[in-house]
């Protein structure tokens, strides 16, 4: 649920920068900019991730996911 608030957060900041700067932002664009939290999140999953050539792959990839999973625990 905070994830999804934290999207439609930016959302609504985008937006309000758009009106201030008069220009095209999420506020012109597709339904009300409904869509830009759902191409942002896939363009974080989808972006290409440089991996140390000495590190341990294993917990390269794995500590940011328990690191997200803590957080939203506590």
């Known amino acids: ?5 934290i999207a439609f957060y930016t959302l609504l ?10 220009r095209k932002g999420p506020n012109k664009i597709i339904f009300i ?3 830009q939290p759902f191409a942002d999140a ?3 999953f ?3 991730q ?7 792959k294993t917990s390269f990839i794995i500590a940011p996911i328990i690191g997200l ?3 939203l625990m506590i």
């Open 42 to 44: 896939i363009k974080l």
């Open 33 to 35: 900019g409904l869509s």
């Open 46 to 48: 989808l972006k290409e």
């Open 13 to 22: 900041e985008r937006k309000l920068l758009g009106y201030f700067q008069i």
């Open 69 to 71: 999973f803590l957080l």
């Open 50 to 56: 440089l991996t140390p050539t000495n590190a341990n």
């Open 1 to 5: 649920m905070a994830l999804i608030a």
